[in-house]
Each structure stands twice: as structure tokens, then as C-alpha cells.
């Protein structure tokens, strides 16, 4: 019998589709660094991010990429067994963890196939830059959101 929650694993599919076809959408349109401004507070900027979120430790030499790349790798296991461990009545926590495992196998794979996750979203205000970031850190955060809300108890269903 299949658990009845992995149904939302096509939420994890359709995030890492649309990441991927986004991030070589701007590689062939774009060259690295270059900058398109959208609105006054927001550019299309294609980068390189060897670190994790944030760039963090992406000076530390190379060895980043692969300890980013087994704990993503590792993660997304674990991730898939909560799901199909899920109760029905667990709709929205489900559905968390399915964006937020699409958006880490998107980056895991931008990772172990370039050395680097290609960013491009670039929100700012003035001189004040957000890091860059792309559909994955996107959907990570929108379930992470979703997850804080889900363990406030909004969205849970009755257990019946």
C-alpha cells in the first residue's frame, strides 16, 4: 500500500522543473554578473553561489561543495520518509516538505553539476542588496514559512 502522502511529491517535481528551467533560461540569455533591472527594487542578476545560503563559506576553497552537496543529499532522504510517514490529516505539513525537498534537490543538483548553484533573483533597495537567490531558495523558504504556520496550527485537520 502506498502512503497516502507522497501524492504531494509532484509539488517537489514541479519546483525543481520550474528551478531548473529558470536557472538555464538565464544562463543561455545572460552572461555571469550581468544585471537587468525589472523595477526599482528588483533586477534579474545572474551569479555563481559556491557557498551556502547567503554565500556563506563560498571562499572556503571547494571542499563546501560536496559537504553541501551529501547534507542536501541526506536531507532530501530524510525528507521523503517524513512525507510518507504523514498522516492524511497532515495536508499542510506534506506540502511543506515537498517544497522544501524540490527546492533542495535543485540546488543539490546545480551543485554536483556545476561546482556552484546559479542565482538570478536580486531584490534591493537603494544601494541594500538581499543575496541573490533562485526558484529552489524560493521554494525552501515558502515551505519553511508553511512549516512555521503548520506548527502554530494553522491548516491542521481533524484526525478522523
Known amino acids: 500500500m502506498r502512503p497516502p502522502m507522497l501524492k504531494w511529491l509532484w509539488l517537489s517535481l514541479a519546483a525543481l522543473i520550474l528551478d531548473q528551467m529558470t536557472k538555464l533560461a538565464i544562463v543561455d540569455s545572460m552572461t555571469l554578473h550581468q544585471s537587468i533591472p525589472v523595477t526599482s527594487f528588483f533586477s534579474l542578476t545572474y551569479v555563481h553561489n559556491t557557498g551556502a545560503a547567503f554565500s556563506l563559506l563560498s571562499d572556503a576553497g571547494g571542499w563546501q561543495r560536496w559537504l553541501f552537496s551529501g547534507l542536501a543529499a541526506v536531507v532530501s532522504v530524510v525528507m521523503v520518509v517524513w512525507i510518507s510517514r504523514l498522516q ?56 519553511v514559512f508553511l512549516m512555521l504556520l503548520e506548527s502554530f496550527g494553522i491548516g491542521k485537520e481533524d484526525e478522523s
Not at 505539513?93 to 542565482?119: Q, T
Open 88 to 143: 492524511k490529516h497532515e495536508t499542510l505539513l506534506a506540502v511543506s516538505l515537498s517544497l522544501v525537498l524540490g527546492g533542495a534537490i535543485g540546488n543539490l543538483f546545480d551543485r554536483v553539476a556545476y561546482g556552484y548553484v546559479i542565482d538570478f533573483l536580486d531584490v534591493y533597495y537603494q544601494d541594500m542588496h538581499w543575496p541573490a537567490f533562485n526558484i529552489a531558495d524560493s521554494a525552501i523558504c515558502i515551505g
